[in-house]
């Protein structure tokens, strides 16, 4: 979160987050009376974090407080960024694609790689 927002940011973050705890507020209301490149940012945040397998945000004791979402046992934390992906490769939004490797086999190509 260091990268995207400053302290002062992160405490408006925070408060946010008390915010629609204690109030149950949906967060369209919220969301209109916060400014479009704070917005932005926050954004950028919960897609990242989504791609790390965290989600839901949550003021916990005075602390932010990720959940955590897990593999099996074999698989402590997904390692794939495709398994944690909004964009489903049966409905067409997947942005990967089919790649040729030197041998000439065809191989999936995720849209996050280079």
Known sequence: ???YLNYEEKDKFEQILVTK?????EWDNIRA???ELFLDKLKNIIK???ENGFCNPRISQGKLVWSQIMGNERHVKYQEK???CRNSFQSGLCKGREAYS??????????WER
């Not at 030197?102 to 849209?111: A, E, M």
């Open 48 to 50: 990242e974090c989504w």
């Open 21 to 25: 705890q204690r109030s149950g507020a």
């Open 1 to 3: 979160m260091g990268d």
């Open 82 to 84: 495709c398994d944690l």
């Open 33 to 35: 009376k916060l400014p």
């Open 102 to 111: 030197p041998n000439g086999q065809r191989k999936f190509k995720k849209c």
